[in-house]
Antibody, heavy 118, light 108 residues
């Protein structure tokens, strides 16, 4: 069974770049015809899709974040990563990686709380 | 973008009650709706996919229905472990995904 785990800093300064990595275990991300995605949830609020990357490396982003987001695959490390530039306090959230599909998501990381503050 | 309007935002209920949560899509999304349950400090748990299909291991008191733009999740005979927040999610234009705002089911 696939397992996902986020890693990265818990505090990012305003205007800087948020960088998170999701490590996948229990299988190779390049062996599956899957998408891999990033989501976030501000404290006490709902979920937001940030973007996804296909196993081929093709990326898809939420239009509301498109200009600031980059998602990439590192098949040698079995990881995929998120970079969100020019962060503000509004980007403070729990960030999750997951394996999305048209039939919902059953595989999530545990989440990485990121606070944007000086 | 497809918007998902979820209601109510919160509901108070007692053990044994039936609770229905609805989601309305801003345009037709066929049957591409999933429902999740989330308890504080935990990741969302998939309950229902493709409108009405129960995920393995989910109790039969949960049921989903709908099509087009109107969808609902019904919890029959509410149990203590069902007090949580519920989200709908559409995948009609996968890989783009959008979620409803959430419904908190609290104890009356």
């Amino acid at each position: 069974q696939l397992q996902l785990q986020e890693s990265g800093p818990g505090l990012v300064r305003p205007s800087e770049t948020l960088s998170l990595t999701c490590t996948v275990s229990g299988g190779s991300i390049s062996d599956y015809v899957y998408y891999w995605g990033w989501f976030r949830q501000p404290p006490g609020k709902g979920l937001e899709w940030i973007g996804s990357v296909y196993h081929s490396g093709t990326t898809y982003y939420n239009p509301s974040l498109n200009s600031r987001v980059t998602i990439s695959l590192d098949t040698s490390k079995n990881q995929f990563s998120l970079r969100l530039k020019s962060v503000t306090a509004a980007d403070t959230a729990m960030y999750y990686c997951a394996r999305p599909s048209t039939l919902g998501m059953t595989e999530w990381g545990q989440g990485n709380l990121v606070t944007v503050s000086s | 973008d497809i918007q998902m309007t979820q209601s109510p935002s919160s509901v108070s209920a007692s053990v044994g009650d039936t609770v229905t949560i609805t989601c309305r899509a801003s345009q037709g999304i066929a049957r591409w709706v999933a429902w999740y349950q989330q308890k504080p400090g935990t990741v969302p748990k998939l309950l229902v996919f493709a409108t009405s299909n129960l995920q393995t291991g989910v109790p039969s008191r949960f049921s989903g229905s709908g099509s087009g733009t109107n969808f609902s999740l019904t919890i029959s005979s509410l149990q203590p472990e069902d007090f949580a927040t519920y989200f709908c999610q559409q995948s009609n234009r996968f890989p783009a995904l959008t979620f409803g705002g959430g419904t908190k089911v609290g104890i009356k």
